[in-house]
């Protein structure tokens, strides 16, 4: 049976010839996006693993959307702790106040390409799909692991057709 678009994207992103429904997947990922608000979970937790380097800074994409201008103190400390992350992990894809709403600027600043494999701490992440990237939301410690290694497990479930 033929592959669909996903399918297709997870295979290769995999270092495999296909894959399928029901197949769990270790997804080499291309872009890691998170922002303001689900970041510093994402951040404390790498900081558990021990690990000193993001597997790649380059792949991580960091967007000022969702506390902005910084309502509270807990704000302006999530706002700290990204800021530093980005300074001591050398992340250059870090978009502060004013840039726009995470799931427009990726797209904008070149980040989603069809065929890619992305990953945010966001529950719209996966709008990404509709420029022929598979993507989809993670949690903010799923993402630590990212941050570690830049693999993140996919399991295919069945298409449900409706009549």
């Known amino acids: 049976m033929a ?3 996903a399918e297709k994207i997870l295979a290769n992103a995999s270092g495999k010839s296909s894959a399928e429904a ?3 997947v270790m997804a080499n990922i291309d872009v890691a996006m998170t922002h303001d608000l689900t970041g510093p979970l994402s951040v404390e937790s790498f900081e558990k693993l021990g690990i000193d380097q993001v597997w790649d800074p380059e792949k991580i994409v960091i967007v000022f959307d969702h506390q902005v201008p910084a309502d509270s103190l807990d704000a302006v400390n999530n706002h700290m702790i990204m800021r530093k992350f980005v300074e001591d992990q050398k992340i250059n894809n870090f978009y502060d106040v004013r840039e726009g709403v995470c799931h427009q600027v990726l797209p904008e600043k070149g980040h989603v390409v069809p065929g890619e494999v992305i990953v945010g701490t966001d529950s719209h992440t996966c709008t990404h799909g509709a ?4 993507s989809t939301g993670i949690g903010s410690t799923d993402m630590a692991m990212v941050f570690a290694t830049g693999n993140y497990g996919l399991k295919f479930q069945k298409q449900l057709s409706l009549i």
């Open 3 to 5: 592959m669909t678009m």
């Open 22 to 24: 029901g197949e769990i």
């Open 131 to 134: 420029l022929g990237a598979f």
